[in-house]
């Protein structure tokens, strides 16, 4: 008996990391998510429609303050509660519409488990980060000098 328990005690020590599996995705426990990890996965299927001075749904994710105001509707996302949160419903296809729409990229296991473990984790975060679709800007270019040219 006393072998049992010794094997039963490695195993635990050895399994002390707690995954979340959540829509498919594995997130250990340990690993907080940054809001800012959850503003580029919202920036890449969500801020194109839900953003900018007229968002969609009337529902902007274009900062951190406009997510947490949710919509009319009310909250879109419910700190701590995963399940209870709107916008990953919509997402997994537990609330209608399914989000991102079906004919638009989607996203991964990993990246709804992501969000999932940032909303469980209390959905924190600064508002400093920004979830519009990203501005480039291109470099200042000046001319070659004349020893350079061919």
Known sequence: MLQVKGIAECLAARLSVVMIVAAGGVIAAEEK?????????????????????????EFSLQTLSSLRAGTPDG???????????????????????????????????????????????GALGRDSATT????????????ASPEHHY
Do not use: F
């Not at 519009?132 to 001319?143: C, D, F, K, S, T």
């Open 75 to 121: 909250a879109v996302i419910e700190p701590g509660q995963p399940d209870r949160s709107k916008l990953l419903n919509l997402m997994n296809g537990k609330a209608e519409p399914a989000m991102p729409p079906e004919d638009e990229p989607q996203p991964t296991a990993d990246e709804v488990g992501r969000i999932r473990a940032w909303i469980e984790q």
């Open 33 to 57: 998510v940054e809001y800012s990890q959850v503003s580029g996965i919202l920036s890449k299927y969500c801020a194109g429609c839900h953003s900018g001075a007229e968002p969609e749904g």
């Open 132 to 143: 519009a679709v990203p501005h480039m800007q291109a470099p200042a270019l000046r001319p």
